[in-house]
């Protein structure tokens, strides 16, 4: 069974099929896509399944629709007899053809979600994951955890379906000299994926030379990035080199883009366009060659029509994308992420933390996590801190948890800050999955909450992960 150290057993199958041939196909992909530590049980029908699951505790049930209806009236009757004596884990219906009506019975009968046959086994690892997030089973999450990366991989830690794509991108563009534009919110390690693509490029034995465009004031920047020769202003004392000339040969990594001042952003254009600088107060330009990275966790397209950043520049610069996940769409990482921090801060404040209780890693992966993989550190770094022992609790996780407070004033509860404007098809979606979440994944429900039939969900659910799949092709 998982542990939240990770140091017992991986996650146990339980699949019911009453085809043996189909049976042994299905148990070795499985074990191709999750890993040999994972075990993987048979079971010919629900009466056998449901025999199995009084016995024997499963993380994750694959049923077999059409298996279920032997020596039982229906299908659904089986879903829910399963479901039933399935405790805490995650049943999931298989079926040929993707009927909307037997996805709607099934998950009406108790299971938490619905997968048309032939199955697509990287994509069920990563609903796997979202399953566990959503009920807040944390051992399901370790289905996603073995991959073809090692847990850590220049930096970043997770072997999700999510970050096995970006370290994918990494390896395939790192060797290449042009511009990339990387994209994600707060806390992505933006950061990290510049410098591994640093490391895996060419230019690895030359400087990498990060600038934080949003940290220094506007009117410093161009002697920052391009340098100062002496006498341009009253303290420049002798010429100085800027960010571009001191990343040679290697990488200027410009990160916040969107903070930089528009009338140097003209002259970072020229510099992209020419490949040289001219330094605050000289006349003459100096060649540079240097590798561009820039990011931003900001909508560039919003910045640009904003007309807070050059449509020209961007073009120019967003040469190869990258966009890093938040950690909420990853939570297959958030425990091996938590690990990794406890380890190294237990060791840095001289403590004996091993790993988590069971109640407090299903807490640590059910949160959101807005403040992404950053948050996550500040939180473990605190927990360490401020208390003693081996193993954390939830009741750790709750005192130190201080971004999930409520915080009152004398006139009562501090009203929440206003939540930026999001498109509306990401409110739609994530109403969708809110509703979703509140009916435990339970489509039908969901559906009659949201007056919408649940053809609807389907339809939407697809449509998403058609997009996510086309950005992932562009990129």
Known sequence: MRSANGSEAGVSFLVIENDPASFRVMRDNLENEFGAGHSVSHAASGKQASSL?????????????????HNLSSAEEGISLVSRAAGSALVIALSEGGSV??????????????????????????????????????????????????????????????????????????????????TGESGTGKEVCAEALHKRSTRANKPFIAINCGAIPRDLMESEIFGVARGAYTGATHDRSGAAELAQGGVLFLDEIGEMDLGLQAKLLRFLQTGSITRVGEATSRPVDVRVICATNSNPMQMIAEKKFREDL????????????????????????????????????????????????????????????RQLQNLIRRVVVMFEGSEITADMISAADIETREVHTPEGPCMEKPQPIRPMWHQEQRIIEDALAQFDGNIAQAAAALEISPSTIYRKQAAWEQMQQLKQQVA
Do not use: C
């Not at 959503?134 to 970050?163: C, I, K, W, Y």
């Not at 237990?346 to 993989?373: C, L, T, Y």
């Open 53 to 69: 699951l009084r016995t024997q505790d499963f993380d994750i049930v694959l049923a077999d629709v059409e298996s279920l209806s």
């Open 101 to 182: 009506s037997v996805a709607v019975a099934a998950m009406r009968a108790g299971a938490h979600d619905y997968i048309a046959k032939p199955i697509n086994y990287a994509a069920l690892s990563t609903r796997i994951a979202e399953l566990g997030h959503r009920h807040g089973n944390a051992r399901a999450l370790n289905a996603d955890r073995d991959g073809l990366f090692s847990p850590d991989f220049e930096g970043f830690v997770g072997t999700s379906h999510q970050m096995r794509i970006i370290y994918e991108q990494i390896e395939r563009i790192a060797p290449s000299p042009a511009p990339v534009f990387i």
């Open 314 to 373: 961007f073009y120019r610069l967003h040469v190869l994308p990258i966009h890093l996940p938040p950690l909420r769409q990853r939570p297959a990482d958030i425990l091996p992420l938590a690990q990794t921090f406890l380890k190294r801060y237990s060791g840095e404040e001289n403590k004996h933390f091993e790993g988590f209780s069971q109640n407090a890693a299903d807490m640590i992966v059910a949160r959101e996590w807005p403040g992404n993989v």
